[in-house]
């Protein structure tokens, strides 16, 4: 028994010694000289080893914990304890010993080493980072750690991101097969940094030839241009489309309440859009409320909001409805007079209670961060979150204005007012929760916007002239003219901002719809019955 534990403790050394000793001290010496360009090699070539004790040497550099003796030995000092990297000898730390000073060139070597050494970790997710930050800036030397990396690598993500990068180096190859070999790897990439690289390669320099010299190279070159410049339009279409429905589903939600009211009472509520600003300030003071009782609960003050925003501007509706508005029906130019100095006024004490300065409304952790698809187009997940959001309160505004006692009242008195006083009808609150059921939507349409950037009293009114957009376009009283309306102007709001810009692209949709009102003017759907006429 004393044999074998002698035996095997004597092999545990052997493979201690002989780990620790992997290294070429002649790699490592050049480390503490005063040599600048041949620290930067130094570095180079132990990043390109791809071994743990290269990464350990690297990153202690990194960290300044890396010193040089008189004898130009070098040594992890941490702690006033000296460790050798090459041997793993512990020892006290030698007199004259001096900290290796990193400058910005040694540090930017030395960011691209250790991001090709995290190539060989254990997580997927570091190895992926890894390969992305290797990708920005491969070069020559780092090709054997690459192909190392490549070799090894199981996760297909991780071998798609690699195979790219070692295309890159191969470009600038002295074999013109490898070069060819690489950019025809190179069709199938996502990063639209290399398509200036490709491009250069076929500029024709003064004397009529190319930067590249064979023709073969340079047809590949063009074949592979073609396909990155459709994969980019793929992109760049797919990303409009996302972006213009998220968009559509914040109109959507702004002019939803809007339809509601102005389909029912014919009110021009110009105080709409500070409805939704009261439902982002509610959002707003819900998280300030987590924030101080329900600090491990913060993540769902969202949750919380939606409900309280609801309550808060549906309450706020009633109160101008019974206080105001009821008094102006059938007397629009006072309405809109009204409707508006009532806008100015809740702007003016929001300013008061919460300071003229913009609020900001941080996302939860699970609406933070967004899915990559296509290899370029980052789908946040706050954005996915709001687009269903949207969908489900259509859904629940469409039952309860079709499956409830109080839609079917609302449905009679839009249709004809009069007809049903005649018949029972509590006309007057039925005014009075509907105008409280659109301003509640517009509180609703408040938590989403605050969810998308910050929180100020002029929110609504960047969103008041869209709404009324969406209403006049879908017809007046109508929730499906509404929700296509509402995704018809995102989507050509995002899709003519790239061409035209943001304030063009505003005026060209405002006179596409005034030349759709004079063609048909009840919008897209018609409303129907007497009070139609």
């Given at each position: 028994?004393?044999?074998?534990?002698?035996?095997?403790?004597?092999?545990?050394?052997?493979?201690?010694?002989?780990?620790?000793?992997?290294?070429?001290?002649?790699?490592?010496?050049?480390?503490?000289?005063?040599?600048?360009?041949?620290?930067?090699?130094?570095?180079?070539?132990?990043?390109?080893?791809?071994?743990?004790?290269?990464?350990?040497?690297?990153?202690?550099?990194?960290?300044?914990?890396?010193?040089?003796?008189?004898?130009?030995?070098?040594?992890?000092?941490?702690?006033?304890?000296?460790?050798?990297?090459?041997?793993?000898?512990?020892?006290?730390?030698?007199?004259?010993?001096?900290?290796?000073?990193?400058?910005?060139?040694?540090?930017?070597?030395?960011?691209?080493?250790?991001?090709?050494?995290?190539?060989?970790?254990?997580?997927?997710?570091?190895?992926?980072?890894?390969?992305?930050?290797?990708?920005?800036?491969?070069?020559?030397?780092?090709?054997?750690?690459?192909?190392?990396?490549?070799?090894?690598?199981?996760?297909?993500?991780?071998?798609?991101?690699?195979?790219?990068?070692?295309?890159?180096?191969?470009?600038?190859?002295?074999?013109?097969?490898?070069?060819?070999?690489?950019?025809?790897?190179?069709?199938?990439?996502?990063?639209?940094?290399?398509?200036?690289?490709?491009?250069?390669?076929?500029?024709?320099?003064?004397?009529?030839?190319?930067?590249?010299?064979?023709?073969?190279?340079?047809?590949?070159?063009?074949?592979?241009?073609?396909?990155?410049?459709?994969?980019?339009?793929?992109?760049?279409?797919?990303?409009?489309?996302?972006?213009?429905?998220?968009?559509?589903?914040?109109?959507?939600?702004?002019?939803?309440?809007?339809?509601?009211?102005?389909?029912?009472?014919?009110?021009?509520?110009?105080?709409?859009?500070?409805?939704?600003?009261?439902?982002?300030?509610?959002?707003?003071?819900?998280?300030?409320?987590?924030?101080?009782?329900?600090?491990?609960?913060?993540?769902?003050?969202?949750?919380?909001?939606?409900?309280?925003?609801?309550?808060?501007?549906?309450?706020?509706?009633?109160?101008?409805?019974?206080?105001?508005?009821?008094?102006?029906?059938?007397?629009?130019?006072?309405?809109?007079?009204?409707?508006?100095?009532?806008?100015?006024?809740?702007?003016?004490?929001?300013?008061?209670?919460?300071?003229?300065?913009?609020?900001?409304?941080?996302?939860?952790?699970?609406?933070?961060?967004?899915?990559?698809?296509?290899?370029?187009?980052?789908?946040?997940?706050?954005?996915?979150?709001?687009?269903?959001?949207?969908?489900?309160?259509?859904?629940?505004?469409?039952?309860?204005?079709?499956?409830?006692?109080?839609?079917?009242?609302?449905?009679?008195?839009?249709?004809?007012?009069?007809?049903?006083?005649?018949?029972?009808?509590?006309?007057?609150?039925?005014?009075?929760?509907?105008?409280?059921?659109?301003?509640?939507?517009?509180?609703?349409?408040?938590?989403a916007l605050s969810q998308l950037g910050n929180v100020g009293p002029d929110l609504g009114q960047s969103y008041i002239v869209d709404s009324f957009m969406v209403v006049v376009l879908g017809g007046v009283g109508q929730l499906a003219g509404t929700v296509i309306a509402a995704i018809g102007l995102g989507e050509m709001n995002k899709f003519l901002e790239p061409y035209a810009g943001a304030v063009l692209a505003k005026i060209a949709i405002l006179v596409l719809i005034v030349l759709f009102i004079q063609k048909r003017p009840q919008g897209l759907f018609a409303l129907k019955g007497r009070s139609a006429d």
């Amino acid at each position: 028994m004393r044999r074998i534990l002698i035996s095997l403790a004597w092999a545990l050394a052997v493979v201690w010694t002989t780990a620790h000793a992997a290294l070429d001290p002649a790699l490592v010496k050049p480390l503490g000289g005063d040599d600048a360009d041949a620290r930067v090699e130094a570095v180079i070539k132990l990043g390109a080893l791809g071994s743990p004790e290269a990464f350990a040497i690297l990153n202690a550099l990194n960290e300044e914990k890396l010193y040089t003796t008189p004898e130009g030995r070098v040594l992890v000092v941490e702690d006033d304890k000296a460790t050798d990297p090459l041997t793993g000898e512990k020892l006290d730390l030698p007199e004259g010993t001096d900290a290796i000073t990193v400058n910005n060139r040694l540090r930017r070597e030395l960011e691209s080493a250790l991001a090709g050494l995290r190539l060989f970790a254990n997580d997927v997710k570091v190895r992926l980072k890894a390969a992305q930050e290797v990708q920005q800036n491969a070069g020559a030397a780092q090709l054997p750690m690459l192909e190392k990396a490549l070799g090894a690598e199981k996760d297909q993500r991780v071998r798609d991101v690699l195979d790219m990068a070692v295309a890159a180096i191969n470009l600038k190859s002295d074999d013109a097969t490898k070069r060819k070999q690489a950019v025809e790897r190179l069709a199938d990439t996502t990063n639209a940094s290399i398509r200036p690289v490709l491009a250069a390669m076929i500029e024709p320099k003064p004397d009529g030839t190319f930067v590249e010299p064979d023709e073969g190279v340079r047809t590949a070159v063009v074949e592979t241009l073609a396909r990155i410049d459709r994969h980019l339009l793929v992109i760049e279409w797919a990303g409009n489309l996302y972006y213009g429905l998220s968009l559509a589903s914040v109109l959507l939600l702004a002019a939803l309440g809007l339809a509601i009211t102005f389909g029912l009472m014919g009110i021009i509520n110009m105080a709409h859009g500070e409805l939704l600003m009261v439902g982002a300030y509610s959002t707003y003071v819900v998280q300030l409320a987590f924030r101080r009782w329900f600090p491990a609960e913060i993540d769902w003050y969202v949750v919380a909001a939606v409900p309280t925003a609801f309550i808060i501007t549906a309450a706020v509706g009633m109160l101008l409805e019974r206080t105001v508005i009821r008094w102006l029906y059938g007397r629009p130019l006072e309405t809109l007079l009204a409707t508006w100095g009532i806008s100015l006024g809740l702007m003016q004490t929001v300013r008061t209670i919460f300071g003229a300065q913009n609020v900001e409304v941080a996302n939860p952790s699970w609406m933070s961060g967004g899915v990559t698809v296509l290899g370029g187009l980052v789908l946040t997940y706050n954005r996915m979150v709001i687009i269903g959001f949207a969908v489900f309160v259509v859904i629940i505004v469409w039952a309860l204005l079709n499956k409830t006692r109080l839609g079917l009242f609302v449905r009679a008195v839009t249709q004809n007012r009069r007809m049903a006083d005649c018949v029972g009808v509590p006309t007057g609150r039925v005014d009075m929760l509907t105008f409280g059921l659109g301003s509640g939507i517009a509180g609703l349409g408040g938590v989403a916007l605050s969810q998308l950037g910050n929180v100020g009293p002029d929110l609504g009114q960047s969103y008041i002239v869209d709404s009324f957009m969406v209403v006049v376009l879908g017809g007046v009283g109508q929730l499906a003219g509404t929700v296509i309306a509402a995704i018809g102007l995102g989507e050509m709001n995002k899709f003519l901002e790239p061409y035209a810009g943001a304030v063009l692209a505003k005026i060209a949709i405002l006179v596409l719809i005034v030349l759709f009102i004079q063609k048909r003017p009840q919008g897209l759907f018609a409303l129907k019955g007497r009070s139609a006429d």
